[in-house]
């Protein structure tokens, strides 16, 4: 698809067709947040996309420069804000690797609960959202029914339901207790039992769907590379390239699952990755709960945290794919230089590619499945 | 696929997907007619970090350090500490303390940092107002937001950690 030139498609004699420019958002309920797209459209084909983006744009490199380090962790929550933890759990990475703040086991074992509690939400956002672009209603319902009972118990457990602020330089603030944990297998059971079969049939085996999205949007594994995609979008060209298995971080070694991967890299594909990831999920989390060990879940003397010279770029597999955080300290409270690395940012280049030729309807699919989250993009 | 086939796929998946809903039949309605009927707010979440009366004292424990104004990342607390004005002493509580609730990102940071125990998450579900100065708070309105709200334990009943 992506080498398919401009057509004009067959025209009657004498009938002219002239290219016109759209300008879809920056406020369209499809775009996913601030995004602006210009589209060339010949028709309902489109010529040429081109998104433009900045409309979210808040400041977050800079503005955390003059900031201390401990401040940094519950504003980068803002950052991809429906996958908060994530966030948190690699900027903290990164200070902590500097600041050489040793983790308590539990706090560990609860990172990695919350992170995978935080792709089943994610991911259950994106199906509602995913099936709203395609022009499904129904399943948008049930996304954010189930993604509501996860956000409650975020909120239980951490304080708040989107932006957490819950972790900490050298742990995490409170821990949880076993009434909570006793909610969260039932939130699984539910979630497997009944939630996960109800969204295979709604939508990712419904016919209409499969017709509208296989084939279309399809990258190949080169194209993904080159564009720096990550995540599902890499995983469904067939690379099972997943930073949790590839270089491992918190307790992800001693933990078993697989990376679901497609094959063609096209629409289909990535939901497919998707769905199965929250069937991994769950069964990541399963394993958490039956080994969380006991203990503090926040390090002692965190008080000052004083980050020694140097650089470090702490990785990590966010529901959109690989967050970075490029940390440089000069050993004061603050940091010199924070770059963040945002999954989505490349994928969003991806939609010119994705985009030429295709019908301004499959171009909503595209940019759907690609998941994007302005937040994070315009940092 | 063949096009009689791909027909008998689509009304499967149609009938499929209906027998998924027809089930929200049975099922009452959820939907709450906000602001005429209030639903039950969740518990639990952090709203707005107030000053609290020492229920000893009963007076407000604050000392006028200055570690939560210095904590705050965003810079929303600003206090201005009390003196004498005959022995321009300084006097160990704020003469004015101001929280603007419109910069705060709602993190904690400077309840944990308090070493006097002095400030309190509230949980308070309906704060929005019309303007936008109206969330700044002057030290006797975070005072009267603390008799109204709850304070927060975070993870159900849960103290908040020690420091
Ligand atoms: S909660 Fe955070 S942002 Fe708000 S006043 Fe306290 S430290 Fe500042
Ligand atoms: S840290 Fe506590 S005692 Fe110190 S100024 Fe702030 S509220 Fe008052």
Redesign the pocket.
Known sequence: MASTSTTAGEQAPGLQSQLMTLNLGPQHPSTHGVLRVVVTLDGEEVVEAQPDIGYLHRNFEKIVEGWALPGVVPFSDRNDYLAAIANEVCVCDAIETLGEVELPDRAKWLRVLFAELQRIISHELWYGAFGMDLGAFTPFLYGFRDRETGYLLMEKATGARMLYAYNRIGGLRNDVTDAWLKELEGYLDFMEKQAFPEYMKLLIENEIFVMRTKGTGQLTREQAIAWGASGPVLRSTGLPWDLRKKRPYLVYDQLEFDVPTGTNGDNYDRAMVRMLEIKESIKIIRQVLRRLPDGPVLAKARAAVRPRVGEYYARQESPRGEVGVHLVSNGRPNAYRLKWRAPTFSHLQLVPLMCRGVKMADMIANLGSLDIVMGEVDR | MSLPRTVWNTVKSLVVGHAVTAREIATRPITVFYPEEKPEFPTGSRSVPV?KVNEESGY??????????R?CPPGC?E?TQAVDPATNKKKPW?HL?TLDLSHCMVCNL?VE???????EMLDVPELATYQVQDLKFHKEQLLDLWKTGKAIRIAEGQPMPSK
Do not use: K, Q, R, V
């Open positions: 000053l407000i424990n604050c000392t006028s350090c200055g570690l939560c104004e904590t607390i206090i704020p303390y400077c940092a308090c070493p006097f125990d002095a400030l």
